[in-house]
């Protein structure tokens, strides 16, 4: 029997015939998480579904959505810019056009009861959405190191200590990583865009559930104000805005 840490994502092999006919949890060599284990009806468990139950977030399907055209625009856009910018000399600017492409971005939803509504919100306003249902399938979408903004809430696989896990393992990035993702918390009874709480909880933005369909208008926001602070150490490190 194979299972997979919620943390730090290691593979742990256990004898199947020490294995107990009930949920049991076990405390992952590595990182010291305890990782809670349930059985199927026979008694015991699949090597191949809890390998494909670890599998990155899948994505929401969304087949109306021109994502990866308009990524692909958002690319070859750059690609000009820079190569317009390469033949600027002796102080003649090449003529460009003026109009900004925005950039599409991903987003990894890390849920509960809100999840479908929130996904189909950001869908409509051009956004990649993936929803994870455990800990372990946003750890392994997040490996993927392309997606930018991190979407959870405190009802995430609470089963599984969902949003305390990726909490902490957030806090446990590098300077240089935890930059490159947006973190957003989304709950009952908060003021959306409280920034001293943000700051104090390691967030970039917190939002009321209250606010959801309301949600792209608001990450546009708070992602420009991100931008424009990070904005000459975007050009020192020659990344990306978010």
Do not use: W
């Amino acid at each position: 029997m194979i299972i997979r840490c919620d943390n730090c994502s290691v593979s742990l092999q256990l004898d199947e015939s020490k294995v107990p006919g009930k949920t049991f949890t076990v405390r992952c060599p590595r990182c010291q998480n305890l990782v809670r284990v349930g059985n199927l009806a026979e008694g015991k468990s699949s090597t191949v579904d809890q390998l494909a139950s670890n599998g990155p977030a899948p994505a929401v399907d969304d087949k109306a959505s021109d994502f990866k055209m308009r990524e692909s625009e958002f690319q070859i856009n750059n690609a000009m810019k820079s190569l317009l910018a390469a033949l600027q000399t002796n102080n003649q600017t090449v003529e460009s056009s003026d109009e900004k492409t925005e950039k599409p971005r991903r987003v990894l939803l890390c849920m509960g009861a809100s999840a479908d509504p929130t996904a189909k919100t950001l869908v409509q306003a051009g956004y990649k959405v993936y929803i994870a249902k455990t800990p372990a399938q946003a750890n392994e979408r997040l490996k993927e190191g392309k997606t930018e903004i991190l979407l959870l809430s405190p009802d995430f696989a609470a089963e599984f200590g969902g949003a305390a896990i990726l909490q902490q393992k957030v806090n446990a990035m590098y300077a240089k990583e935890r930059r490159r993702l947006f973190l957003v918390s989304i709950e009952e009874g908060v003021t959306t865009m409280n920034a001293h709480e943000a700051f104090l909880r390691n967030l970039n933005l917190i939002v009321s559930s209250e606010d959801i369909s309301q949600l792209p208008l608001i990450l546009d926001r708070a992602l420009h104000d991100f931008n424009d602070l990070y904005m000459y150490y975007n050009r020192a490190t020659g990344s990306e805005a978010i």
